[in-house]
């Protein structure tokens, strides 16, 4: 009555997220789909049906679309359900996507409920979340769904409401994945003077120059803890500003290219000729320790023995490294060479140049799980999507 378990699709880990490092690495982030996917239905038709003579009602399900660990199209959803008497105890959950036109099976997810049905509060909502990866190409999906307990299903109560095989009618899923949006554009002015790299934002520069929000580098949301970036430039060198709110400023790594990108650390990723394959990752942490290296194509053949020529500076509002306390934030400003980056089209640049680029910060809030900050979002769980870098537009 049930599909094998062998045909298990159901992702409980979530719509992931970082840096150098993956965000999927470690522990996972709750399940959640990119804000750039709105719910296709967060009810049915079907609400408001119930199972085994009115002992669970259907309150509806909503779905999200996103993309999974791997880059993969996925449907995020949160199914929720009402007890209205005492349960009796092994019913499983059982969610199979078909084609919306012929019935054909696409995907399903058998799977235990958030919580044994006889501990379900009477009277009280439940919810139920999963996700399940959709294949390439699938065709517009109907959500079939109900309870099952060894080859036996829980009669629907009402027969417009299921499908002939005791399969409550969910909501039905649009083909195809949904567009991520647009990158986005910084235009970056040239400084008459250029700042003082000493940590603190005060320079005429920065104060004329566009800020940056950074936002959840996973689905675009806001962040816990505010980042701000800024840029301007010179005949000689690009200069970064990042001012980071963290009530917990840490790190412990202090020799160059130790791998930073594992804590608290701000980062940049430029593509100079915009040609999605080379580009230059420079990262500097809250000790002021820097991490820089060159990728001839994605993910491939690092190279630390390159140096960026980077100049750095760090101001701490706060006490390093002291968990005890409650700091503000800190800064970071830093001077990149434009004659050490690679593949530079103009050298100096030209007014109207247009690379790629990304600015990063992952931040630690509890020492272990990363939650990762980008200016333009990835929808993956990779610093390193490419794809997914914003344009850099040199202005006057």
Known sequence: MRAPRSALLLVCLGLLASACRDEQAGPRPR???????????????????????????????????????????????????????????????????????????????????????????????????????????????????????????????????QDGQQRMRGPVIGSGPPAPPPVPEAHVRRAARAPKIDGVLDDEAWKSATPLTLVDSLDGRPTQFRTTARMVWDDEALYVAFDCEDPDVWGTFKNRDDPLYTQEVVEIFIDADADGRTYDEIEVSPHNVVFDAYFPARRQGMDTSWDSGLQSAVKVNGTLDDA???????????????????????????????????????????????????????????FHAVDRFAWLVFDR
Do not use: C
């Not at 399940?132 to 417009?160: C, K, T, Y």
């Not at 103009?346 to 007014?351: E, M, N, W």
């Not at 272990?368 to 979002?377: D, H, L, V, W």
């Open 31 to 161: 399940a959640r789909a990119p804000a750039s996917a709105p719910a296709e239905g967060a009810t049915t038709g079907a609400t408001g049906g119930t199972w085994g003579g009115g002992a669970i009602k259907y309150l509806g399900t909503r779905v999200e679309r996103g993309r999974d660990e791997r880059g993969q199209d996925a449907v995020r959803l949160t199914h929720r359900f009402e007890a209205t008497r005492s349960l009796p105890p092994g019913w499983q959950i059982f969610v199979h996507l078909v084609d919306a036109r012929t019935g054909q099976m696409v995907a399903n997810g058998d799977h235990p409920p958030p919580a044994p049905l006889e501990q379900w509060p009477v009277g009280q909502p439940v919810q139920d979340v999963q996700i399940i990866p959709i294949p390439p190409g699938a065709p517009e999906m109907q959500v079939l769904l109900g309870f099952w307990h060894d080859d036996q299903r829980l009669p629907v109560d009402q027969a417009a409401a």
């Open 324 to 382: 005890n306390d409650r700091d503000q934030g800190w800064t970071v400003e830093m001077r990149i060479p434009f004659a050490r980056l690679h593949a530079v089209p103009h050298l100096p640049p030209k007014v109207g140049d247009r690379w790629r680029f990304n600015l990063y910060r992952l931040e630690l809030p509890d020492r272990k799980n990363a939650q990762g900050q980008a200016f333009s979002p990835l929808f993956v769980g990779d």
